[in-house]
Structures are given as C-alpha cells and as structure tokens.
C-alpha cells in the first residue's frame, strides 16, 4: 500500500478523497504487514499530496515505527534514521499538532547513541523542520524542540542544510560525522 501512496506523490497524480480514504483504510489493516519504511512513505505521500489522513492512520503508521525501533539493534537502528525523519517531517508538514508528543517521542526513543551519527544533508533538515514545528507550538521559551535529542551542533546543521548555506566545520557539505 505504500508504494501506491508514493508512487502517487512522486508523480503527483489525482488522488481523490474516496481513493485515499480506501489506501489509508488498507494499509491500516496491513500495518504489521508494513515495512516501517512504508509505514513513513504513507505519511510523507499524504502530508505532500495534501491528503488528510484520519489521526487512526497516523498513530498506526507511527506505532509500526517505534516498534521497529524497540525490535532494532546495533547498526539496524540506524537504517531507521530516514524512516523517523520522513514520519516526523510529515507530521510536520501536515501540522497535525495532536501528534506532537508522539513525534517528539519517536525521535527522542530513535536517538540511540549511534543514531543520528553520518545524517545525510536531507536527515538533517527533515529533522530541523521537526525542530521548529515543535518549538512553535510549544514557544520558543518553553519548548525545547528536539534539544536534547539532536546535539547542537546538529541543530546548526540541520538550520543550515533548511537555509541551504553550508554548515561550518561541517564535514564535506553531505554527511556528518
């Protein structure tokens, strides 16, 4: 099912609200079925389509990724970096503020020692719009975005990776170390 939803947004076709109300339904009752991958490629393609997802498909699609996460060790952890950041970027981009806490929980049960280590330009500015979105719903002075999760250093590099200005003592402009 997910592959439909992104095949859909990368070729940005008409996709009307009984057609995605019917891929939602199905891959719901698919999700343990559902790659954790795909489980984020829905999301991203319905928050890039515009298509509005009930909060049902949401919390599965996000369940499914925090149980690969539990289930994960060692390196695999970090195959699941692109996963979190596409689920939470989507959240973002839909604004579904009623999910903020689970965004926030996702990253910050992901951010394993050796999980944000290497992101690529696009991990990092995902997870800066993430970042943002959480700090303005929750002001800037009393939230804390994913500080704490992302280390400042990534924080500034996720900001500049957004702005498109190169990151100083960055390491080569396209992976961190």
């Keep these: 099912m997910s592959n439909a939803w992104l095949a ?27 790659q954790p991958q795909g489980a984020a490629n829905t999301l991203w393609a319905a928050a890039t389509l515009g298509m509005p997802l009930s909060l049902a498909t949401w919390r599965a699609c996000l369940a ?15 195959d699941l970096r692109q996963t979190v950041c596409n689920a939470g970027w989507a959240a973002a981009r839909a604004d579904r503020t009623e999910l903020a806490a689970e965004v926030f929980a996702l990253c910050a049960h ?3 020692p050796d999980m944000w280590r290497g992101m690529s330009y696009l991990d990092l500015s995902q997870l800066h719009v993430v970042h943002t979105w959480l700090l ?3 002001g800037a002075k009393s939230g804390r975005g994913l500080e704490g999760v992302l280390s400042q250093d990534q924080l500034r590099r996720g900001a500049a990776a957004v702005s498109g200005a190169p990151a ?10």
């Design 8 to 34: 859909t947004a990368w070729l940005r076709l008409p996709l009307g609200k009984e057609q995605a109300e019917a891929l939602a339904t199905r891959t719901v009752a698919t999700i343990g079925e559902v």
């Design 64 to 78: 499914r990724i925090d149980d690969a996460i539990s289930a994960a060790a060692g390196s695999s952890i970090r």
């Design 110 to 112: 992901a951010g394993r």
């Design 136 to 138: 303005l719903l929750h």
């Design 168 to 177: 100083r003592g960055g390491a080569g402009g396209r992976r961190e170390q």
